[in-house]
């Protein structure tokens, strides 16, 4: 476990990635259950699951689409997955959404949030998209809070495995790097969580994020157009690629 004296003076100049707890293949279920209940409220503060379903009802205007497939790529808990699918229904939007995660524990965790009128619009899977070939296409693909947790090679991966399987969109909404972002990971996750993992895993994000520039050099490295650049509530960034073929 870290101190708490570690989160008070940070380095935020550069990525700091080192491994968070909630990534240890060997965190006790009760804890992780614990996690994700605590995310799921960040998440729904940070209204998640509106940002990225915006980007999609929009898409869906411009080209005329009336039924599209879905891919969260690390689902996690799902509870912005079955959100984004409810928002696309409230809209018009006929959409089939799937979920995937590496862990069977939030796999099982989001099926749960699946209440009666959502089972038939999302599919959760237990699938690791950067260790396994791309399965399916998707017109859109995206992940939320997802790249921070990756090193600079598996990020270039994960943009290449997401161009490769959308036809239409690839969105990634993200954590942005800077003193403003830390503190209110450190202040918001002690607020809207019990959970000591989320109490040492969100400083941790913010550390491990990329900023702006970062993450245009990353896209440029992976020979992908470069992307648009939102920011939004909490102090984050959505990143948008057309990925018309």
């Not at 909630?22 to 996690?35: F, G, R, S, W």
């Not at 090193?151 to 239409?168: F, I, P, R």
């Amino acid at each position: 476990m870290y101190r708490e004296d570690e989160f008070l003076v940070v380095n935020l100049a550069k990525r700091n990635l080192v491994g968070e707890l909630m990534d240890d293949p060997n965190l006790a279920k009760k804890d992780h259950l614990q996690a994700l209940r605590g995310l799921r409220r960040v998440n729904q503060l940070s209204r998640t699951a509106s940002v990225i379903s915006n980007a999609i009802i929009q898409l869906c205007k411009r080209e005329k689409l009336t039924s599209i497939r879905v891919l969260d790529l690390a689902c996690g808990g799902g509870d912005v997955t079955v959100q984004v699918s409810k928002l696309l229904k409230q809209a018009g939007v006929s959409a089939e959404v799937h979920g995937w995660d590496c862990s069977q524990t939030a796999i099982d965790f989001a099926r749960r949030q699946c209440d009666f009128g959502n089972k038939s619009q999302v599919q959760f899977d237990v699938a690791n998209a950067l260790a396994e070939a791309p399965k399916g296409s998707f017109d859109v693909v995206y992940c939320t809070l997802f790249l921070h947790h990756l090193s600079d090679d598996e990020a270039n991966q994960l943009l290449g495995v997401m161009w490769q399987m959308a036809s239409q969109l690839v969105l990634i909404d993200d954590l942005r790097r800077s003193t403003i972002g830390y503190a209110l990971a450190v202040v918001g996750c002690q607020l809207l969580s019990r959970s000591p993992i989320v109490h040492v895993d969100g400083p941790l994000s913010v550390r491990a994020a990329f900023n702006e520039t970062e993450i245009l050099d990353l896209s440029d490295r992976c020979d992908l157009p470069r992307p648009t650049i939102e920011r939004h509530w909490p102090h984050r960034f959505l990143l948008t690629w057309t990925a018309k073929k």
